[in-house]
């Protein structure tokens, strides 16, 4: 489960890698561009996709990080595999939870 989550993760970054580009050029182009980008990510449409983004990138970076732990041999045995494979999948809900309880 927790590879195929990495994965889907992974893709939903690449497919939203245009749209961050277009975002970030437009916000540098001007500062109507800034406000417009600004008043879209503040929206309800907008913060959904930015807690999406936020579980995508922190879903697979769990997931990167404990593949490269047993790429060094670390976590191999059954119980810490189960234990970390708990820990990569918690993790993205913990940080969208954080940043949900921050956000204002």
Same mark, same amino acid.
């Given at each position: 489960? $927790?590879? !195929? @989550?990495?994965?889907? &993760?992974?893709?939903? $970054?690449?497919?939203? @890698? ?7 050029? $437009? !916000? ?6 800034? @406000?417009?980008? =600004?008043? /879209?990510?503040?929206? =309800? /449409?907008?913060? #959904?996709? @930015? ?9 697979? #970076? %769990? &997931? ?19 234990? !970390? %494979? ?12 954080? $940043? #949900?309880?921050? /956000?204002?």
């Amino acid at each position: 489960m $927790l590879s !195929s @989550t990495q994965r889907w &993760a992974g893709l939903f $970054l690449a497919l939203s @890698t245009p749209y961050f580009l277009y975002s970030f050029d $437009l !916000s540098l182009r001007s500062e109507a561009g800034f @406000t417009q980008v =600004l008043q /879209w990510v503040q929206s =309800l /449409w907008g913060r #959904l996709w @930015t807690l999406a983004c936020v579980w995508a990138f922190a879903a697979h #970076l %769990a &997931a990167g990080l404990r593949l490269l732990l047993g790429d060094l041999g670390l976590g191999l045995d059954r119980e810490m595999a189960r234990r !970390s %494979a708990w820990a990569a999948n918690l993790f993205p809900w913990f940080v969208v939870l954080a $940043l #949900l309880i921050g /956000w204002r």
